[in-house]
């Protein structure tokens, strides 16, 4: 990518500077349909040093290595003004930095220490969320919340912030106090998708099926309005609903007109449309996804070697193993396999301690083999969380875990695992579907 060097801004573009950056924040915020604006701000103000940073930041959420490196140019190229920023620019620059090169922990203690000291970049704590998706948010959880808290005062009123602070809250386990902040930002803003997110993990994890599915069917008209990411991942909560309550044509129709690769998705959407054939499977709907998998995985523009985090190459690999491409996944993971035991990776005890032999477990579950696939799960039950994303996608490989179980002839396994970990669906229909098989 070609930029212009960069110099020093001149004062009297600065008040369109300060609309263009607060107009990327708010869209980030929002989760709007209008962060790539930040492209033409750049084009039209290429000295400023805070929309580059910016043009970076909406770089590196794509997690694919083209799109990194554009971001790490970008940051090479606003070096020599460093020297003459501001410390909140220079510690955006260093979290920037620390995040293109997927040391996620030194990334999330920068942010921690530009929203400490500058409580007004709203926007940093958005990106702590997001980078704590990338570690596991359960394992995240509590310093996010503490965090949170800090600046409830400030932001009592600010529907972003209460979104992400009831977010916090459900996971670490506040369920009641979550749903307070959340129905909060939706009191606010009414079409607040991250508050309704919140309240989505709300009634899941209290057990309240039916009312999350009919909560979620009221607000799935205004999300339309958020970026394509946040609206599927929001109706792959609905989709939840649908499958826990057995309603198999509103999940299917769900997936094909929403999440299918008749829609193409980018490929950290393609997340949610994996998680939810992999979850039809896992409660006994083969038969419906079977001749779903190829299309999906020719859709997916993702190369298997990527190492981001654990959670998008597990979802990978069991679409490519259902996908009939059983020896790119395992290729793909001897080739990470070989990676994380060289070197001195920021991430390699995540992987090597979780992430690959979770994957190990995942593959051997898609090909059938059931006990080895048990042998691998259910050890790492109590760290699975480390792999990344938030504690309804981890459920997913707790689900898997159990099913290895139940196949396998471990039945009391499968229904201690269900009982520590998967309780919420005790009634549904979703509890008796994972053992009948």
Not at 337 to 362: A, C, D, M
Not at 402 to 431: C, E, P, Q, W
Request: glycine share 4%.
């Amino acid at each position: 990518m070609n930029t212009p060097k960069l110099t020093s801004v001149s004062s009297e573009q600065e008040d369109s500077i300060h609309a263009e950056a607060m107009y990327f924040s708010d869209q980030i915020l929002s989760s709007g349909l209008h962060a790539d604006r930040i492209i033409s701000a750049v084009q039209n103000y290429p000295n400023s040093l805070r929309l580059n940073l910016y043009l970076a930041l909406s770089y590196l959420f794509a997690q694919t290595d083209n799109e990194t490196n554009t971001a790490k140019a970008l940051l090479k190229k606003s070096l020599p003004q460093l020297k003459n920023a501001d410390d909140v620019l220079v510690l955006w620059h260093q979290a920037l930095q620390s995040w293109a090169d997927i040391n996620y922990k030194s990334a999330i203690s920068t942010f921690v220490q530009l929203v400490r000291s500058y409580p007004d970049e709203l926007l940093a704590l958005k990106l702590i969320e997001w980078l704590n998706y990338c570690s596991g948010q359960v394992i995240t959880a509590k310093p996010m919340r503490e965090l949170c808290v800090s600046l409830a005062d400030r932001y009592k009123d600010n529907s972003y912030f209460l979104s992400i602070y009831a977010f916090a809250e459900e996971l670490c386990g506040e369920l009641k106090t979550s749903k307070t902040i959340a129905q909060q930002a939706v009191d606010i803003n009414p079409e607040a998708a991250w508050a309704h997110h919140a309240l989505a993990h709300y009634f899941l994890n209290s057990g309240q099926l039916d009312e999350g599915q009919k909560q979620l069917e009221v607000f799935k008209s205004t999300w339309n309005s958020v970026m394509p990411l946040l609206r599927g991942h929001n109706l792959w909560h609905l989709a939840l609903f649908y499958l826990a309550n057995n309603e198999k044509e509103k999940a299917l129709s769900l997936y094909r007109l929403e999440l299918s690769s008749e829609n193409p998705p980018a490929f950290l959407a393609s997340m949610d449309s994996i998680a939810l054939l992999w979850r039809m499977e896992l409660a006994g709907w083969s038969s419906q996804t079977s001749g779903l998998w190829r299309p999906l995985v020719k859709s997916i523009q993702c190369d298997p070697h990527y190492h981001y985090l654990p959670f998008n190459n597990l979802h990978l690999y069991y679409a490519l193993v259902r996908a009939g491409q059983v020896e790119k996944a395992k290729e793909a993971y001897h080739f990470l396999n070989s990676y994380f035991n060289k070197g001195n990776h920021p991430e390699k005890t995540r992987w090597q301690k979780i992430g690959l032999p979770t994957i190990e477990g995942v593959i051997a579950f898609a090909v059938g083999d059931y006990k080895l696939a048990r042998s691998k799960l259910i050890p790492l039950l109590p760290s699975i969380n480390a792999c990344g994303g938030s504690d309804a996608q981890s459920e997913l490989f707790i689900q898997t875990a159990l099913v290895s179980a139940s196949r396998s002839g471990k039945s009391s396994l499968a229904h201690t695992i269900f009982d520590d970990h998967l309780s919420h669906y005790r009634n549904s229909y979703l509890a008796g579907a994972l053992f009948r098989q």
